[in-house]
C-alpha cells in the first residue's frame, strides 16, 4: 500500500448482540467492568496509571468532556480541520482507559492521555496519516500506544516497519485483534505482530465475542 495514494481500511471495533446483554446484565448487578477484571486490587496497590504517557490513535477526543480529567494533548493528522471526535469511537475509548464517571470507571484513571485524531468523520484514514503521527509519539515519548482498530493489511510495510521501530523504542503497543474471529487468519494488523499486544473480546459467558 502506498503512503498516501490510497485509504488505509481499518475496522472500528464494534459492539455485539452479546455485548449488549453484558452490559444489560452489569447494570443489573450495579458492578463495575473494572471490577469483574479485578482492577481494584491494582488500585489499592497504587496502580492507577499515573505518570504513564499513553497515546490514543483514534478518531479524537470530544472537547471539555465532563468524565476525564487528565487530557495532556490533542493533534489532529487528517486533513480535516478539527480536533474534536464527531464519531464518539476515540472518546469510548478514552472512557474505557481513564473515565471518571461513577457510573463507568475507567481501567487506569491517572493515566495521561494524548488524543491522535487519526481518521475524519467519514473513518477515513491513510498511511502516511499514521506515519506521521507515530514519528510523532516516539518523539515525545510515549509509554503506550493503543490501536482499538485494526485492518487486513499486513503487507503494507512502511506501516508494519514502523511499528517495529515503535516497539524498539520502548513503546508499548495495543492493538484490537478485530471482530471477524474466532477462525484462523481472521487476526487483524498491527495485533498479529508478535511484538504488540492483540486484544480481543468475550461475552459474560467468557466466549469470544
Not at 495521561?112 to 481518521?119: K, P, S
Not at 509519539?137 to 521501530?165: H, Q, R, T
Request: overall charge negative.
Amino acid at each position: 500500500m502506498s503512503f498516501s495514494e490510497k485509504e488505509k481500511h481499518f475496522h472500528h471495533s464494534g459492539l455485539s448482540n452479546s455485548s449488549l446483554n453484558w452490559s444489560r446484565h452489569l447494570l443489573m448487578q450495579r458492578s463495575q467492568v473494572t471490577s469483574l477484571f479485578g482492577a481494584d486490587a491494582l488500585w489499592r496497590k497504587g496502580y492507577t496509571g499515573a505518570k504513564v504517557k499513553m497515546a490514543i490513535f483514534d478518531t479524537g477526543i470530544r472537547a471539555d468532556h465532563p468524565h476525564f480529567r487528565n487530557i495532556k494533548e490533542r493533534t489532529n493528522w487528517t486533513n480535516e480541520d478539527t480536533l474534536n471526535d464527531n464519531l464518539g469511537h476515540g472518546t469510548f475509548v478514552v472512557g474505557v482507559i481513564a473515565g471518571e464517571d461513577a457510573e463507568c470507571l475507567g481501567f487506569a484513571r491517572d493515566t495521561e492521555i494524548y488524543a491522535f485524531r487519526v481518521f475524519t468523520d467519514a473513518q477515513v484514514s491513510y498511511t502516511s496519516w499514521f506515519l506521521d503521527a507515530f514519528n510523532y509519539a516516539i518523539a515525545i515519548n510515549m509509554d503506550v500506544l493503543n490501536l482499538s482498530i485494526g485492518g487486513p493489511d499486513y503487507l503494507d510495510l512502511p506501516f508494519v516497519e514502523k511499528v517495529w521501530e515503535i516497539t524498539a523504542n520502548n513503546i508499548i503497543m495495543v492493538s484490537a485483534i478485530g471482530n471477524d474471529g474466532p477462525l484462523y487468519g481472521t487476526l487483524n494488523n498491527p495485533a498479529d505482530q508478535s511484538d504488540v499486544i492483540g486484544v480481543g473480546g468475550i461475552d459474560y459467558s467468557d466466549h469470544i465475542a
